[in-house]
């Protein structure tokens, strides 16, 4: 791949995720500060930092990527801030590798964190009813786990998916994590525990729903010029190829969260248009860019926002045909020693949601995946990665890795 | 008897002449249909078109999927207290090819959906405030010849 659509991951770094209470810039300082030194770069050798917002704590998160350079001292670094809901972290790495791209930095600093209430996640307050968001809460009771079990009922009427397929979603990505040390569940998880856990939103379990967590990751990202002086002319060990930042193509026909409908087909009439599911387009437009298919893949780091919700990701990232998650599953291809392990870190499940660090959080994974460095969760002779994430009103989420 | 109040202005009938139905909107240059209605502007991004008009949207349609909310929701959800469990589904309207989500009537679990079955639009309580009863869209299940 020519030079001109690659950057460099010079560092990854996180603050572990969980449920600890304090102000999520900590988090932010400690993960950036854990890159910039994965980097072996100074704080000043930052010209750009790109700041993933959190909504949840005060004025957009203090409208973060100022934050978080306050909180490493000002240094007149340039700054851009943004939020794409759980895609705001890959809307922050693709302003940044923008601004590389461009020649206009050569070092960039990526940043999300986020503090998280208890229990479901309920918008934000007051009396709004021209908020989608605010509405289906008030008029449905629709909660984010609502959305998630329309998808996995469907698959099991569709297609036969069973409650244990679920389970075993979650038993595998637990099993991913038991060594992950920035992963807040490290227990290993049975498919009776899983199925004897609170039925929420029927046909999903306790178990197979992601939590809200506090957390922070980072990463460094520079020209591929400038990663070649800082490693002494050899080769950047990891490059970002791509980065999908896409809408969906009207009409959508899936219904998702927040939205009470779909898009209507009809002005399309019976041939159809370009339009369709939104997820399965997220990943095409970053193998396009990047000029992979998925039968390039090592790796693969999907939003498991449910455990039955992986298995349609299967699908949509291209690992298997429509209908084909159960077996592939079944198979252990998406193992850890199967073809193309799916969330060697552990996931969602694993992790929990802390929104604008999520998206971040993959690419991390994938970075330490592709260096060989993922102590054991390692996908053996790794070389290609993707991530995949979907942000609520319609945002986008794909990066490809590569070494 | 409590009056009753549509718990969102404009989204649909309360069916006081004939039966209840979702108000839609339908693009006068391309016929695409939006729910809640669109009054500024087409989804349709080959379309420019500005003038919509407001239709009653099909009041019978198809499972496309279901679940039910065994927890509470949290506000702005009003829940009745004790907290009863119910059923969501997101239907599929074939005349307007789009898939409209709503509560499921009480008394109906998961046990008794399909995707695919056949389901119609009433009016519901949603919440009681006062002599006021806020109400709703819902989906109740048609009951076909081979029962559902």
Known sequence: MPDDKRVAVLGAGMHPWGKWGRPFVEYGLVAAREALADAGLAWRDVEFVSGADTIRNGYPGFVAGATFAQALGWTGARVSSCYAACASGAAAIASARAQI?????????????????????????????????????????????????????????????????????????????????????????????????PMVADPLRLLEICATSDGGAAVVLASMEFARRHGGGAEPTVTINAVSTVTPAFPNTVIEMPNFSTDSAVALGAAGGD???????????????????????????????????????????????????????????????????????????????AIPAQAIAQVCECVWQLRGAATGRQVEGARVAVTANQGLFGHGSSVVLAR | MATRVPAVEGWFTLGEE??????????????????????????????????????????????????DARYQPPPPYLAADPYVPFCLA???????????????????????????????????????????????????????PAGG
């Open chain 2, 18 to 67: 004939g039966a209840p139905a979702l108000l839609g909107s339908r693009c006068a240059g391309c016929g695409t249909y939006a729910f809640p209605a669109e009054a500024s502007f087409c989804r349709n991004p080959d379309c420019d078109g500005q003038e919509f008009e407001t239709v009653e949207l099909s009041r019978r349609g198809r499972i496309w999927s279901y679940t």
């Open chain 1, 275 to 353: 339009g369709g599911a939104f997820r399965p387009s997220i990943t095409a437009a970053a193998y396009a860019e990047a000029g992979i298919g998925p039968e390039d893949l090592d790796l693969a780091e999907v939003y498991d926002l449910s455990a039955a919700l992986e298995l349609d990701w299967y699908e949509d990232i291209g690992l298997c045909g429509e209908g084909e998650g159960e077996k592939l599953l079944r198979d252990g291809v998406t193992a850890l020693g199967g073809r193309v392990p799916v969330n060697p870190s552990g996931g969602l499940s694993c992790f929990g949601e």
């Open chain 1, 101 to 197: 791209l461009a020649g206009l930095c050569d070092v960039a600093l990526v940043v999300g964190a986020d503090t998280t209430p208890k229990g479901f996640f309920a918008p934000v307050g007051g009396d709004r009813k021209d908020d989608p968001d605010w509405l289906r809460f008030h008029l449905l009771g629709a909660t984010n786990p609502t959305y998630f079990a329309l998808y996995a009922r469907r698959r099991m009427d569709r297609f036969g998916a069973t409650e244990e397929d679920f389970a075993q979603v979650k038993v595998k990505n637990a099993r991913h994590g038991q060594a992950n040390p920035n992963a807040r569940y490290r227990g290993e998880v049975t498919v009776d525990e899983v199925l004897a856990s």
């Open chain 2, 90 to 144: 997101a239907v599929e309207l074939a005349a307007e090819k789009l898939v409209v989500m709503g509560q499921v009537v009480g008394g109906v679990t998961v046990d008794d959906l399909r995707v695919g079955d056949e389901v119609e639009l009433v009016i519901d309580t949603l919440y009681g405030e006062g002599d006021q009863d806020f109400v709703v869209w819902k989906w109740r299940p048609v009951a076909g």
